[in-house]
């Protein structure tokens, strides 16, 4: 069935850095664009980055351009978004999701605080 697991979230001071990871099953993933979301608590489920299929284009929210970098691995049906500089408004669940959008996962929290 179509799936999508993200992970790499955890506990980061300011500054930091992470990397999440999203891999997807189910469907042909190097023929879709994708994303990743993000939802702070008591907040709208927001748009963070999107990759075209081939990975040869990518577009960012105003909030995380110049600190967040979207990428992805075809071969390994993965999607990545690593993350520097990372500020406690970014604590959010991270989500990833295929374009058109499927099914939600998971997520995987990321908390930035010293």
């Known amino acids: 069935q179509v799936q999508l697991v993200e992970s790499g979230g955890g506990l980061v001071q300011p500054g930091g850095s992470l990397r999440l990871s999203c891999t997807a099953s189910?469907?042909?993933?190097?023929?879709?664009?994708m994303s990743w979301y993000r939802q702070a608590p008591g907040k709208e489920r927001e748009l963070v980055a999107s990759?075209?299929?081939?990975?040869?284009?990518?577009g960012y929210g105003d909030s995380v351009k110049g600190r967040f970098t979207i990428s992805r691995d075809n071969a390994k049906n993965t999607v990545y978004l690593q993350m520097n500089s990372l500020d406690p408004e970014d604590t959010a669940m991270y989500y990833c999701?295929?374009?058109?959008?499927?099914?939600w996962g998971q997520g995987t929290q990321v908390t930035v605080s010293s």
């Open positions: 189910g469907f042909t993933f190097r023929a879709y664009g």
């Open positions: 990759i075209t299929n081939t990975g040869r284009s990518t």
């Open positions: 999701n295929r374009i058109p959008r499927i099914d």
